[in-house]
């Protein structure tokens, strides 16, 4: 609508969008990002899939909002998944969009292998095979799917000197 919002994740409740307007971002103009399985949502604070040593610097979740097909979606913060919650042009949220990844912290959309479809980028500490991974969702015209994806490890090894 030409105005800029503003999508922010929060310690103690839902994320939420605030709206932007004539007037700017009004702190009283806001949507709750509400999609029925709360107790799954990772707060803004949530560094519990951080393990003890690398808590030092650490930070939560990301609040993230990736165009699909010209379409804006946030990112909610998932314990057990990611999550993708579309908004229309009229400020409405839609149904998200699942995927199979547990305590992811971020996302990033792009063509990585150039094929004209946008891939999915899902950081965080999934387990794959007994290895911490994060996950590529290589897209494709059916759309996104498990049995087109990729682990990526995402757990370096801590050297002591």
């Given at each position: 609508d030409g105005y800029a919002d503003l999508y922010a994740l929060f310690k103690d409740g839902p994320p939420r969008i605030y709206w932007g307007g004539p007037d700017g971002i009004d702190p009283d103009r806001y949507t709750e990002v509400r999609i029925g399985i709360e107790s799954d949502v990772l707060n803004a604070d949530d560094t519990g899939v951080v393990s003890k040593e690398e808590r030092v610097g650490a930070v939560g979740p990301l609040a993230r909002i990736i165009q699909l097909?010209?379409?804006?979606?946030?990112?909610?913060?998932?314990?057990?998944?990611g999550l993708l919650v579309p908004v229309d042009r009229s400020r409405n949220l839609g149904k998200p969009l699942v995927f199979d990844?547990?305590?992811?912290?971020?996302?990033?959309?792009?063509?990585?292998?150039?094929?004209?479809?946008?891939?999915?980028?899902?950081?965080?500490?999934?387990?794959?095979?007994?290895?911490?991974?994060s996950w590529i969702y290589w897209g494709c015209p059916d759309g996104f799917d498990t049995s087109r994806r990729t682990a990526v490890p995402s757990y370096l090894s801590l050297i002591h000197i």
């Amino acid at each position: 609508d030409g105005y800029a919002d503003l999508y922010a994740l929060f310690k103690d409740g839902p994320p939420r969008i605030y709206w932007g307007g004539p007037d700017g971002i009004d702190p009283d103009r806001y949507t709750e990002v509400r999609i029925g399985i709360e107790s799954d949502v990772l707060n803004a604070d949530d560094t519990g899939v951080v393990s003890k040593e690398e808590r030092v610097g650490a930070v939560g979740p990301l609040a993230r909002i990736i165009q699909l097909d010209g379409v804006p979606h946030l990112f909610v913060p998932s314990a057990k998944r990611g999550l993708l919650v579309p908004v229309d042009r009229s400020r409405n949220l839609g149904k998200p969009l699942v995927f199979d990844c547990a305590g992811m912290l971020s996302v990033a959309a792009g063509d990585i292998n150039g094929n004209g479809h946008t891939d999915l980028v899902f950081a965080g500490r999934d387990q794959n095979e007994g290895s911490e991974c994060s996950w590529i969702y290589w897209g494709c015209p059916d759309g996104f799917d498990t049995s087109r994806r990729t682990a990526v490890p995402s757990y370096l090894s801590l050297i002591h000197i």
